[in-house]
């Protein structure tokens, strides 16, 4: 091979090495990323939003100065946590909507995973920060509809009530999603509860008194 064939080769090859460590380093910054945030989830669960940063760095096995460099302020690490919380149950809202199931039975199913997935989330109405961003009022809005799609199907079919709202569902599933204290088996009490609220959505003539809730800071 020639030097100008070899200085050719090792420029060609150069940039797929570069790729290389690009990515891996990409991949270690969003594992590092994946720890902190849970276990920042299961610190601000467990002590509160005042937890100490260096704590959530030991519990996440990273330096501090990593965590600092994925959230440089408390409020950053907050907004993410909420946000995360927020997309999970966007997911469970999502499944909802497209399910085949009739709405009452769909519904259930998404009270199911908010159970299931009760000690991932860090929201509003869980006692977790107010954050206001737009991204998370983005996702808000999205969850609100995708629940309308829900009882909107079963308005159409006669078996969910005509007065019952997606906030209805989005503050019955933060109460199910929050163990009472000294409760002995939570999940298996919360999905018996879960099961009467639905069962209670039934299509029927006579309207719930009080007046309609607009809007829940989940």
């Known amino acids: 091979m020639s030097p100008r064939g070899t200085i050719t080769f090792a420029m060609s090859e150069a940039p797929t090495e570069a790729g290389r460590?690009?990515?891996?380093?990409?991949?270690?910054?969003?594992?590092?990323?994946?720890?902190?945030l849970a276990a920042a989830t299961i610190a601000v669960r467990r002590d509160g939003e005042r937890v100490p940063?260096?704590?959530?760095?030991?519990?996440?096995?990273?330096?501090?100065?990593?965590?600092?460099r994925h959230y440089p302020a408390r409020p950053?690490?907050?907004?993410a946590l909420t946000l995360r919380s927020f997309q999970l149950v966007l997911q469970h809202a999502r499944a909802a909507a497209q399910s085949d199931q009739p709405a009452p039975?769909?519904?259930?199913?998404?009270?199911?995973?908010?159970?299931?997935?009760?000690n991932e989330l860090i929201l509003p109405l869980h006692g977790g920060p107010v954050i206001h961003d737009e991204k998370i009022v983005a996702l808000q809005t999205e969850i609100r509809n995708l629940l309308e799609q829900v009882l909107a199907r079963g308005r159409c079919d006669r078996t969910i009530r005509p007065d019952a709202t997606?906030?209805?569902?989005?503050?019955?599933?933060?109460?199910?999603?929050?163990?009472?204290?000294h409760a002995a088996d939570w999940d298996q009490l919360a999905r018996?509860?879960?099961?009467?609220?639905?069962?209670?959505?039934?299509?029927?003539?006579?309207?719930?008194?009080?007046?309609?809730?607009?809007r829940a800071r989940r």
């Not at 460590?21 to 902190?36: C, F, G, K, M």
């Not at 950053?76 to 907004?79: E, G, N, P, T």
């Not at 906030?167 to 933060?174: C, E, P, R, V, Y």
Request: charged fraction near 20%.
């Open 105 to 118: 039975a769909a519904l259930e199913q998404f009270f199911e995973q908010t159970i299931a997935a009760r």
């Open 21 to 36: 460590v690009t990515r891996h380093l990409r991949s270690d910054a969003a594992a590092n990323r994946e720890r902190i």
């Open 166 to 181: 997606p906030t209805d569902i989005i503050i019955t599933g933060a109460m199910l999603a929050q163990p009472l204290p």
């Open 192 to 214: 018996r509860q879960a099961r009467i609220f639905v069962a209670g959505l039934g299509a029927t003539d006579l309207p719930l008194t009080g007046s309609r809730p607009t």
């Open 53 to 68: 940063m260096a704590t959530i760095a030991d519990e996440a096995g990273v330096g501090i100065g990593t965590l600092y």
């Open 76 to 79: 950053a690490l907050l907004a």
